[in-house]
Nanobody, 122 residues
Framework: QVQLVESGGGLVQPGGSLRLSCAAS????????MAWFRRAPGKQRELVAF???????NYVDSVKGRFTISRDNAKNTMYLQMNSLKPEDTAVYYC????????????????WGQGTQVTVSS
C-alpha cells in the first residue's frame, strides 16, 4: 500500500509563494503518474496539475504560468511550486498517485494523501 503525506501548506498573502511536497512510502513511486488536486469549500474537486512517470506535465488553465509540478523519483517525492498566489487558490490540496489520462479526461489514482490547507489572504 502506498501512503502519501503532504506538507508545506499554510497562510500566504496574495502574490506570495508556497511549495507543497508529497512524500510517498514506496520505491515504486517512479512508475506512477502523480497529481495535485484541490477542493475549496462547497466546490468540486479539481485537478490542478499532473506529472507523468516520464516527467511530462499538464496544468489547469487557471494556474498555468504560476504553478510548477515536479517530481524527484530518487526521493519518492512530488512538489508543487506555487507562485503569484491568488485568493481563489485557497483550498485543501491533495496529493494523488497512480492516475492516468484517457484522452483528455483524467482519472484520479487510487492513493490519496490527507490534504494540506493553503489559504491566500491579506
Amino acid at each position: 500500500q502506498v501512503q502519501l503525506v503532504e506538507s508545506g501548506g499554510g497562510l500566504v498573502q496574495p502574490g506570495g509563494s508556497l511549495r507543497l511536497s508529497c512524500a510517498a512510502s514506496r520505491s515504486v513511486f517512479s512508475i506512477y503518474g502523480m497529481a495535485w488536486f484541490r477542493r475549496a469549500p462547497g466546490k468540486q474537486r479539481e485537478l490542478v496539475a499532473f506529472v507523468s512517470s516520464g516527467g511530462s506535465t499538464n496544468y489547469v488553465d487557471s494556474v498555468k504560468g504560476r504553478f510548477t509540478i515536479s517530481r524527484d523519483n530518487a526521493k519518492n517525492t512530488m512538489y508543487l511550486q506555487m507562485n503569484s498566489l491568488k485568493p481563489e487558490d485557497t483550498a485543501v490540496y491533495y496529493c494523488n498517485a497512480d492516475g492516468h489520462y484517457s484522452g483528455t479526461y483524467y482519472s484520479a489514482g487510487r492513493y490519496w494523501g490527507q490534504g494540506t490547507q493553503v489559504t491566500v489572504s491579506s
